[in-house]
């Protein structure tokens, strides 16, 4: 397609670096590889029975979503797919917090029956979660929603093509594709954060984990530096 021909050529090395930061998650796999393992003992492991184990299943095919949509100019639908990821896993930790003997499929129509509420709005989630470093993580989020949520601009925009007959089209921008990959960044700072608290036993494997570490320090993921203690209080 043109459009993808297009932004390589003028944005290739940030969606490049975008390629390459999705590489975390594989990073990420290899602390929990053990922790996955069926526990012959339970008939219903708790990696397999949790909403958050699924939402970060599921964070592999949205991550080369993101990607595929950068390439093809469709930034909105990427930054969609990144509130997506973000919201999920507070509702998510939030249900798994809350029925923690439920088995998945049980938590699954939970989830489809909340979703929607407003009583299950990330934020507000969050003050009930039983976690550390909330603060820190709200300003993170709210931080991150702010950049990712549509802005007035772009609807006018658009409104403004259509008007002149100019349809929708798929421009390549390379500032936008910055601002996913900063967005990105984020969260799965926020992302990961949140795993960890609901399956603190990974903590000490992803502290030993230098591939992970690696990305924590070089995207400077706040959340992550203090909650596995890899850099110092400023």
């Keep these: 397609m043109e459009i993808v021909k297009k932004s390589k050529e003028e944005c290739g090395d940030?969606?490049?670096?975008?390629?390459?930061?999705?590489?975390?998650?594989?990073?990420?796999?290899?602390?929990?590889?053990?922790?996955?393992?069926?526990?012959?003992?339970?008939?219903?492991?708790?990696?397999f029975n949790s909403l958050v184990h699924a939402c970060y299943l599921e964070l592999f095919r949205t991550a080369a979503h993101i990607l595929f949509l950068s390439y093809n100019g469709l930034y909105r639908n990427a930054f969609d797919n990144i509130r997506h990821a973000l919201e999920s896993i507070v509702q998510a930790l939030y249900i798994d917090h809350r029925h923690p003997r439920a088995s998945l499929d049980t938590k699954i129509e939970i989830l489809k029956e909340?979703?929607?509420?407003?009583?299950?709005?990330?934020?507000?989630?969050?003050?009930?979660?039983?976690?550390?470093?909330?603060?820190?993580?709200?300003?993170?989020?709210?931080?991150?929603?702010?950049?990712?949520h549509p802005s007035h601009k772009q609807i006018v925009a658009t409104l403004t093509d259509i008007k002149e007959h100019k349809g929708v089209p798929a421009t390549v921008d390379c500032e936008e594709i910055s601002r996913i990959y900063s967005s990105m960044e984020k969260m799965f700072d926020i992302f990961f954060?949140?795993?960890?608290?609901?399956?603190?036993?990974?903590?000490?494997?992803?502290?030993?984990n230098l591939d992970f570490n690696k990305y924590i320090e070089a995207h400077n993921l706040i959340l992550l530096s203090f909650s596995l203690k890899t850099v110092k209080p400023q």
């Design 193 to 208: 954060f949140l795993f960890a608290t609901y399956f603190p036993e990974v903590r000490e494997s992803l502290k030993r």
């Design 14 to 47: 940030r969606l490049e670096a975008m390629r390459q930061l999705i590489f975390i998650i594989s990073a990420f796999d290899k602390s929990l590889e053990k922790f996955r393992i069926p526990n012959e003992e339970k008939s219903s492991p708790k990696y």
């Design 114 to 148: 909340v979703e929607d509420k407003r009583e299950y709005h990330a934020l507000r989630l969050i003050d009930e979660l039983k976690i550390g470093d909330k603060e820190k993580l709200k300003r993170e989020y709210k931080e991150l929603s702010r950049i990712i």
